[in-house]
């Protein structure tokens, strides 16, 4: 069997820079980039660019079952799916301020993309994870945290991370049994220099601002110390812990 890395929405701010991060840290082991998009040719030569529909199921089990044919078992999985603002299957997403805002098809857009999708690929990844130390991780939003939210606003963004957060916690009670040696981090990258945070960095001191490559490098460097008995985990980029 044969380790390999998935990246889950490479083609985002977030995403490419994991992608290029992982690839250098981890030459000799192939990097799977799926992404809705085509991706650039410029990538490391342990980079495989594949052209897919992250979020269908059937897509999902396509992807996974090519794996067992190759006989290859996954280290890590990080999933950056996430939407936030912006058009999204011809409807155009806007984060709620009050109650009014609230829509039917706005609020199901939030949880399908934030919350069904990753879930999706904790459901097909474990009986795939390596034997070896693994991990997921699955980008999510402090603003997700039920305990800390004192501003409200932002009704579908916060739920969808919140049911997100309690999927993850959900599946790891089940992957303590099924795959031990995996462990499962819900990460806050902070405010992160992206399409997704563009239109809502005015009030963000520039030192609190991120670029995709400081984010990344946190998340990565803290992946080591993690132990799958503690998983698990919702972590920001500081490496402290945020309360669910
Ligand atoms: N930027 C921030 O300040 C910030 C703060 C807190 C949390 N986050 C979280 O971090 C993650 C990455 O965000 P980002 O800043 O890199 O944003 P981004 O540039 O907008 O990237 C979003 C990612 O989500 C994927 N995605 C969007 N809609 C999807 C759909 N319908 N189905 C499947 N995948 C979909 C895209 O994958 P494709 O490659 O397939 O297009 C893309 O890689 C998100 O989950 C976000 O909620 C970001």
């Known amino acids: 069997m044969n380790d390999v890395i998935i990246v889950i929405g490479a083609s985002g701010g977030i995403g490419r820079e994991l992608v290029k991060q992982l690839s250098e840290k981890h030459t000799d082991t192939p990097v799977y980039a799926l992404s809705r998009k085509s991706q650039s040719a410029d990538v490391a030569s342990n980079v495989i660019c594949v052209n897919m529909r992250t979020d269908d199921e059937k897509a999902i089990d396509d992807f996974c079952r090519r794996l067992d044919e190759n006989n290859e078992k996954v280290r890590t999985a990080i999933s950056t799916v996430g939407i936030l603002h912006g058009e999204v299957d011809g409807h155009n997403i806007e984060p709620e ?128 110390d993690l132990s799958a008995e503690q998983s698990p985990y919702f972590l920001d980029w500081d490496h402290k812990v945020v309360t669910w």
Not at 121 to 147: E, P, Y
């Open 97 to 224: 301020k009050r109650l009014e805002d609230i829509y039917n098809d706005q609020l199901l857009r939030y949880f399908h993309v934030n919350s069904v999708v990753p879930t999706l690929w904790l459901k097909h990844l474990v009986d795939r994870m390596s034997d070896n130390t693994s991990q997921i991780v699955c980008f999510s939003a402090r603003v997700g945290s039920i305990s800390d939210n004192q501003l409200g606003g932002w009704y579908g963004y916060r739920a969808s991370k919140a049911a997100l957060n309690m999927l993850l916690k959900t599946a790891a009670v089940e992957y303590g049994r099924r795959a031990k040696s995996t462990t499962l981090l819900s990460y806050h990258p902070g405010t992160v220099d992206t399409r997704l945070s563009e239109p809502f960095q005015r009030n963000v001191k520039p030192e609190k601002l991120f670029s995709p490559a400081f984010t990344v490098s946190q998340l990565l460097s803290v992946l080591p």
